[in-house]
């Protein structure tokens, strides 16, 4: 099936939190024992659910373990539960999400999730929590698989560098560097063969990774008139090998300079973000239609 991704801020809510051990072979029948332990806590505690019960995973769900998962519900505000109870009301922060839908048999969830970390690649966002999934039709509703509803959500930041991966060789890699970098308006001031400089300074072994100190005239002259200390904006590629390919990476300038606050800067720091994505995102080979 396609899955559609979108990126939303929750919203801040009271939420009955209940840890449980669930197994995978057992996945459905834990779910909906978690379920009817969610109900009798709220029941017995006089709350009212305001929302879709959810798991949250703090480890990875292999077969042949059991791990313990936190149940949740959103509930209207009420007053702290008994410890009695074994549950938890927690205040949840707004925060930031990827959010996909599932639907059919939790068996075949991989693939939403498989989704999701393909568009946070792509996306260029990072996971900075564990994946919660709520139960909009949930196994306590319906007997059919088919008919299940699950949404997956994954907390989310912005990633701190623009990066594509490359397949071919490292020298190629280097060189299409070399030319986008070039077409684009940026001037190559400096390379240092960072694997040799340690290799000869300490000794360490690194794979092969090659640091392009880089300005773009425009954007540096920009920068400068708006601030004698923002420098040259931005200033170095990374070309750099690793397991399954080539990855070219810099860092964003619009995250660098709204961490330091420079309201004046930020404009050009989005436009050399534009710039550099545009760079590095022609790098990848165009996709051709199969005939």
Known sequence: MEYRVSLCETAPQAVVRVPLEIRPDLLTDGIVNGMQRLTEVTERAGLTASGAPTITFHHELTAGDTITVDFGLPIEPAPALGPSTGAQLVIQPPVLVARTCHRGAYEDIDAAYRALRQWLSDAGCRP????????????????????????????????????????????????????????????????TDMQAMLREQTGEHIEEHLMLGICHPRLASRALLADRQAGMLPRSVVVRADATGVIVEAADPSILVRATAQQELEPIADDAHRLLAQTLGGLRPPVTAAS
């Open 128 to 191: 900075v929590g564990p994946p919660t999934e709520a139960y909009l039709i949930g196994p306590d509703e319906v007997s059919d698989p088919r008919q299940l509803i699950t949404e997956i959500r994954i907390p989310v930041a912005p990633s701190p560098t623009i990066a594509v991966h490359l397949d071919g060789s490292f020298a190629d890699a280097v060189e299409l560097t070399r030319i986008a970098l070039r077409q684009n308006g940026f001037r190559i001031i400096s390379e």
